[in-house]
């Protein structure tokens, strides 16, 4: 069995977890992202400084948090400021053959003003082949909620030209780790999708892995090691409350939210080698999924909550299988390579994403459902613990850079990559939440 496949098939085991080689403390940090590769076919976009009314200056720059958000999607590629032609803040302002010349596709322009202790932000977006405007809005933000203003603005624009719900106003958690030896320190962080405003929501001396959020956002299940054997937790983001729900002798492991909420997948080894289980959340009663002598973990849902996929060396090496969520016979869906693991679907369950490896390293890739078609997204040598954006156009994942750890993200097709490391250390199993309302 290859060191690779014990880390993501067992990836709980403390002496496994990469966290621990770090010198750095553990503290509130933001996530920077760095553009590692962008689009050749990303839509040219003009996104015009906001004009600013009152005193000042504002606290956040809403119009280049905008343009952030549309690169780092890789579908857009904003022009510079220094390439725009003109300043205009509506759209009687603009003169649509100016924005031509410079092949911009859409523009954006707005404008805010105070409002008391408060700002009264207006945006519009044009089509600038069309001539015409697409996209106009009003609305009200307090001082500390600027950015999440700016990135409902990003989400808005997102969906009006690509008719795919934007996603960047959610959040993900990760984990963070510090220290070596006895010194060594964990702390589960949630942020924005672009690495900001981040928030520790737990610390412990010992190994935390494996968030995942509840379907509604409000929850996030988690392994910890805090009472000196792996447990399975829930906890309230928000609040902190939380429960714990498993903490059987041996693996407890990879937990896995049903779709509606209900339920939680996980792999436990009470029983002798790793299987897959399901909790039902209400009544606490588990159900055993797998009966079989290899190593049975990391379960995901299909969107539909009828199937699960769950990755399994039964074959002799680690692939993907699917079974229905209410047991039976499990059918292998992976066949290319001699490695594929901790598979993740789509929002839509056409595709699956999973860490696949070659000759150069481990890799994000993904498989066509209905063709069986294998397409590797990643050039990086340690990739591990991938999770989808809710609209399904990005992928999130761990790997590493230098002797860091880092998350990095890549488009659903490729062509777009970015990393997001810490200035404070290694940052590991990133969790991307579903959309919050």
């Not at 050749?40 to 952030?68: C, K, R, Y």
């Not at 808005?156 to 070596?180: C, D, L, N, P």
């Not at 839509?348 to 459902?369: C, E, I, N, P, W």
Request: hydrophobic share 35%.
């Amino acid at each position: 069995m290859s060191q690779g496949w014990k880390t993501l098939a067992a990836g709980w085991l403390v002496s496994l977890v990469g966290l621990m080689c770090l010198t750095t403390t553990a503290q509130a940090q933001n996530l920077t992202i760095e553009i590692t590769r962008g689009s050749d076919q990303a839509t040219p976009i003009a996104v015009v400084p906001f004009e600013f009314s009152g005193q000042g200056g504002l606290p956040q720059d809403v119009a280049q948090i905008v343009s952030d958000d549309l690169e780092h999607s890789g579908q857009f590629s904003p022009l510079s400021r220094s390439a725009l032609v003109s300043l205009p803040s509506s759209s009687e302002d603009v003169f649509y053959d100016d924005w031509k010349r410079v092949d911009a596709r859409y523009l954006v322009v707005g404008k805010i003003e105070p409002q008391g202790d408060q700002y009264r932000i207006q945006y519009e977006l044009m089509d600038i082949l069309g001539g015409k405007r697409m996209l106009g809005e009003t609305l009200t933000s307090s001082n500390g909620n600027l950015r999440a203003s700016a990135h409902y603005i990003s989400d808005q624009i997102f969906e009006a030209i690509t008719g795919i719900r934007g996603a960047f106003s959610t959040r993900i958690a990760y984990v963070s780790a510090s220290g070596a030896g006895d010194n060594a320190r964990y702390a589960l962080y949630v942020a924005d999708a672009d690495g900001y405003n981040s928030q520790q929501i737990l610390s412990s001396d010992d190994p935390i892995l494996s968030p995942a959020w509840s379907p509604d956002g409000q929850k996030i299940a988690y392994v910890s090691f805090e009472s000196g054997n792996s447990a399975i937790y829930v906890q309230n983001a928000s609040t902190g409350e939380r429960v714990r729900l498993t903490s059987f002798r041996g693996i407890n492991g990879a937990p896995a939210w049903s779709p509606d909420g209900s339920k939680l997948a996980m792999s436990l080894s009470k029983d002798g080698q790793p299987e897959i289980y399901v909790m039902n959340l209400a009544s606490r009663q588990l159900t055993r999924l797998t009966n079989n002598s290899a190593i049975e973990t990391e379960p995901d849902w299909t969107p539909d909550g009828q199937s699960l996929i769950f990755t399994s060396d039964r074959s002799g090496a680690p692939q993907l299988y699917r079974m229905s969520a209410s047991g039976g016979q499990a059918q292998r869906v992976t066949f290319t390579g001699n490695y594929n693991s901790d598979g993740r679907f789509s929002p839509d369950g056409k595709t699956l994403f999973m860490v696949t490896r070659d000759d150069s390293g481990y890799h994000v890739a993904k498989q066509d459902m209905d063709t069986s078609r294998v397409t590797v997204l990643t050039d990086s040598r340690w990739d591990e613990s991938p999770s989808v954006a809710p609209n399904g156009t990005m992928i999130i994942f761990a790997t590493q850079q230098g002797a860091q750890g880092v998350l990095g993200a890549v488009s659903s097709d490729g062509r777009a990559s970015f990393r997001l490391p810490s200035a404070q250390g290694d940052v590991r199993e990133p969790a991307w939440s579903p959309f919050l309302n």
